[in-house]
């Protein structure tokens, strides 16, 4: 388990490092992360390496017993590479040149950030490699944070067009075929002819705009690749991370895929940044947790974890005294294994002016620094429950295309997609019960329950794999505008909606429309919802049932014949189909009797109190976060504000058990 701090000696005077150190190993700490944003440091001119400044930093690092995590410094490229090539600077949509002076300023596709970055990263790796005090390396920073994952300079352009003469053999025709180019005619002769999507009237061909989030997202994989083969090639057995911002789900980069290039994922957790009133809902916390474990299906690194307010220009919210330490406890509980906090010192000069840190610019050692330093004490207790497997029942299930598609196309001001992903979540969340988010093509092994909400694209591996665990015995849930359009973003002649998946839900969708706000809907239940009323929104697909059962049927005057919500068997399991976004009642409870067929367990807590269990059959630990500003009394115990609880405790001693290892079931 590696517990310590993002590191920028760089920024300081020298006189300071012995102090530094000494400091941060007071602080509990066992690695520092360094080196991630000191390209001029490394290479002052082109060719002109010196390694000199960090090796001093890491040698002293051993001295005291601190190991390193060494950063490749490419996310911010020195001034002398802008001015001497400074086309490789990425453009904004209407063509204008970002400027030297930010970071991620390099546009993906341009050679010279491949050229320069394989120098730098070549001799630090080199220089380096023996250094056994180096226990990973991470590559860049944040890939396509920060609106970096999308350039419209002319490489790109012409990048983009390689990569559709590639997709499609050569053939002009096919790609004017497939997008339906004759539709206001926009047919093709050649390939150097496709424009990029920029703003043009009304808008661009939804088939285009798709291979262009594509193509956005295989700029970013292939640099990531690049990186982390490289430093492979050099270090044979380096353990190769990445640190991923939040908001993955909205990138233009398909963040599972740079992770499979990975040993490790890491993830930058703010739970509140700049500007904001208050931190993110500890529901939303978890979700981005869980989605970060769900890259690689395993435990992940916390690389910047947070304990003073943050933010560039706008600062906001200070976490309370003991919500940081929650929100760190949070973390390792929903799985992760290492964690360092963001960072040692706030800076007093440069962009992060406002992002404090464990210690101030004043250098004191106030209640932040004691607060990270219980923390490292009391959680390396607990590192060999920490350190085994999340276990999950359930899986939420999201595709990079779909969500592109919706960008493209959003069909409903209503809709979004990661916000209908995030009520599925929530319902777990509140009812302490274990769940993975993880991207579509996941091994389902070992899950229960599959949710797909708004699966736009329908891919034959994915829906095969699909009808696969439902007649095993899984349930699958899936949603309102699902499985409606092809792989190329097209709808489909002749085909019911869901496309090629109508016999397995045991429905097909004779009518859609969109909603807005304030036109929601009432929901009768029918069979074991008889009596159970409630309302929807959204969207709704009028469902004809071709031998699924009937739960809800909309009430309204027009549509009472369709189907709202449908269960049909198939196979072992049965798959469930949400014709329309549920009230949250409703969906508690549609999503109660689905955990009780599949036994799975959950276990009540007051609202803002999360319960989390980890470690083995034989062993295991309850983690019980207060998330209140209050008081709250839970099971005759009273847990102060911000209370994090950790109870060891024997399986068997869990009240009535547990049929589910590391459910949480009481």
């Known amino acids: 388990m590696w517990l310590g701090v993002d590191y920028y000696p760089e920024q300081w005077e020298d006189s300071l490092l012995d102090q530094d150190l000494d400091t941060i190993c007071e602080l509990g700490c066992n690695v520092i992360r360094i080196g991630e944003f000191a390209w001029h440091r490394m290479e002052r001119s082109e060719g002109a390496y010196d390694f000199s400044y960090f090796d001093r930093v890491v040698e002293k690092a051993r001295e005291k017993g601190l190991a390193v995590i060494m950063g490749t410094p490419t996310a911010a490229i020195p001034s002398w590479l802008a001015k001497k090539h400074p086309e490789i600077l990425s453009e904004s949509e209407n063509g204008q040149r970002r400027v030297f002076g930010g970071r991620h300023v390099h546009c993906f596709n341009n050679p010279y950030i491949y050229e320069y970055s394989e120098k730098i990263i070549r001799a630090q790796a080199e220089h380096f490699k023996g250094e056994k005090g180096i226990v990973a390396w991470q590559i860049d920073n944040e890939l396509g944070h920060e609106g970096s994952d999308l350039c419209w300079c002319p490489r790109c352009h012409k990048a983009f067009q390689e990569f559709l003469r590639e997709k499609f053999r050569g053939d002009i025709g096919l790609l004017n075929e497939t997008y339906g180019t004759a539709f206001w005619s926009q047919e093709y002769n050649d390939f150097d002819e496709i424009p990029m999507p920029r703003e ?336 929807g929104g959204i969207f709704r697909d009028m469902l004809e049932t071709e031998g699924a059962e009937v739960l809800f049927h909309y009430q309204d005057a027009f549509y009472r014949e369709y189907g709202a919500v449908t269960r049909k068997q198939c196979g072992k399991g049965s798959i469930y189909y949400l014709g329309c976004g549920l009230e949250e009642e409703l969906l508690r409870q549609v999503m109660a009797k689905i955990w009780e067929e599949q036994g799975i367990c959950c276990e009540e807590s007051p609202e803002g109190v999360e319960i989390v269990y980890r470690g083995s059959k034989d062993h295991r630990i309850r983690i019980t976060l207060n998330h209140n500003a209050r008081e709250v009394e839970m099971d005759g115990v009273v847990l102060a504000p911000f209370e994090c609880r950790i109870e060891e405790e024997q399986e068997d001693s869990a009240k009535g058990g547990s049929p589910i290892a590391g459910s949480g079931c009481r």
Not at 294 to 310: D, P
Not at 469 to 475: D, I, L, R, S, V
Not at 489 to 501: A, E, M, Q, R, T
Not at 520 to 526: D, R, S, Y
């Open 200 to 535: 043009t009237i009304t808008t661009h061909n939804p088939s285009l705009r798709l291979d262009w989030e594509r193509f956005r997202s295989e700029s970013i994989v292939k640099f990531a690749r690049f990186q982390a083969e490289l430093l492979r090639e050099i270090i044979p057995g380096a353990v190769v991370l990445h640190d991923f911002p939040g908001g993955g789900l909205g990138k233009h980069v398909d963040y599972s895929r740079v992770a499979k290039e990975l040993d490790r994922a890491a993830y930058n957790n703010y739970p509140v940044w700049g500007g904001q009133r208050e931190p993110l809902p500890p529901n939303e916390i978890a979700f981005g947790l869980d989605y970060i474990r769900g890259l690689r299906q395993e435990n992940f690194w916390i690389t910047e974890a947070i304990l003073g307010a943050q933010g560039h220009d706008v600062t906001g919210y200070a976490p309370r005294p003991g919500q940081a330490r929650l929100w760190s406890w949070q973390g390792m509980a929903r799985g992760c294994e290492s964690l360092l906090y963001f960072r040692y010192r706030g800076a007093l000069k440069g962009a992060e002016q406002f992002c404090y840190g464990i210690l101030d610019g004043d250098n004191v050692k106030r209640r932040k620094f004691y607060e990270a330093q219980k923390f490292f004490r009391e959680v390396q207790e607990y590192q060999h429950a920490l350190e085994t497997p999340v276990k999950s029942q359930a899986a939420i299930v999201y595709d990079y295309d779909s969500l592109a598609a919706f960008r493209i196309q959003r069909q409903s001001p209503m809709l979004d997609c990661e916000k209908e992903m995030k009520w599925f979540h929530k319902i777990f969340y509140d009812g302490n019960v274990p769940v993975d988010v993880i991207p579509a093509g996941s091994d389902l092994l070992g899950y229960r329950v599959v949710i797909l909400p708004v699966m736009i694209i329908a891919r034959p591996d994915i829906q095969k794999e699909i009808r696969r665990f439902a007649e095993n015995g899984g349930t699958v849930i899936i949603t309102f505008r699902t499985f409606v359009k092809d792989e190329d973003n097209n709808l489909v002649f002749g085909k019911k909606i869901p496309l090629d998946f109508q016999d397995a839900a045991g429905v097909c969708v004779a009518e859609t429309e969109s909603l807005q706000e304030g036109q929601e809907f009432p929901l009768e239940g029918e069979g074991r919802y008889a009596g159970v009323n409630g309302h």
